[in-house]
T-cell receptor, first 111, second 115 residues
Framework: EDKVVQSPLSLVVHEGDTVTLNCSYEVTNFRSLLWYKQEKKAPTFLFMLTSSGIEKKSGRLSSILDKKELFSILNITATQTGDSAVYLCAVAETSGSRLTFGEGTQLTVNP | KAGVTQTPRYLIKTRGQQVTLSCSPISGHRSVSWYQQTPGQGLQFLFEYFSETQRNKGNFPGRFSGRQFSNSRSEMNVSTLELGDSALYLC??????????????FGPGTRLTVL
């Protein structure tokens, strides 16, 4: 059975800190790994990673994939209170658009 | 472009009733997937429709069904509602690009409460 595991499940930091969120996976037919941010309602798309070792970057957020070790990390530098959310990692299989999600990491950034 | 829209946003039903939820994908997107999100189970895949055909199905009972119309709009139906069906139902649409990869964009969800 396909499996996505995120760690830590919960994290509390102060504004300005740097955080690293982890995602490991076991998927039979891997195609891509996606990161989403979920605040109140719908998950909003952050990154899609398909190739190992290529960092994707957007502002203070960056992510990288290691297909040999089957994991990805999401880094957030100089955190702000607006970064408080649940960060979801999901893996897409080669057939169709099915996503298998991890449990999510609840990030709380205190002022 | 307008994002994924879902209606209704909130719904309260009683056990045994049935419910139909609607999803309109981003213009041009032909794939629509449905997910159930609960505090205990997280986000779980229900099914995916592409060009009016169910392409993939998750591990949910037959009470959960769906369909897709020629304009890519999708509906999901849950019959004989149970208390455990209370959840946020999310719809996501995607556009397969030239490399065969796609990104799923989520709608705001329908919050279903079963009493």
């Amino acid at each position: 059975e396909d499996k996505v595991v995120q760690s830590p499940l919960s994290l509390v930091v102060h504004e300005g800190d740097t955080v690293t969120l982890n995602c490991s996976y076991e998927v039979t037919n891997f195609r891509s790994l996606l990161w989403y941010k979920q605040e109140k309602k719908a998950p909003t798309f952050l990154f899609m990673l398909t190739s190992s070792g290529i960092e994707k970057k957007s502002g203070r957020l960056s992510s990288i994939l290691d297909k040999k070790e089957l994991f990805s990390i999401l880094n957030i530098t100089a955190t702000q209170t607006g970064d408080s959310a649940v960060y979801l990692c999901a893996v897409a299989e080669t057939s169709g658009s099915r996503l298998t999600f991890g449990e999510g990491t609840q990030l709380t950034v205190n002022p | 472009k307008a994002g994924v829209t879902q209606t209704p946003r909130y719904l309260i039903k009683t056990r045994g009733q049935q419910v139909t939820l609607s999803c309109s994908p981003i213009s041009g997107h032909r794939s629509v997937s449905w997910y159930q999100q609960t505090p205990g189970q997280g986000l779980q895949f229900l099914f995916e429709y592409f060009s009016e055909t169910q392409r993939n199905k998750g591990n949910f009972p037959g009470r959960f069904s769906g369909r897709q119309f020629s304009n890519s709009r999708s509906e999901m139906n849950v019959s004989t509602l149970e208390l455990g069906d209370s959840a946020l139902y999310l719809c996501a649409s995607s556009l397969v690009d030239s490399t065969g990869t796609d990104t799923q964009y989520f709608g705001p969800g329908t919050r279903l409460t079963v009493l």
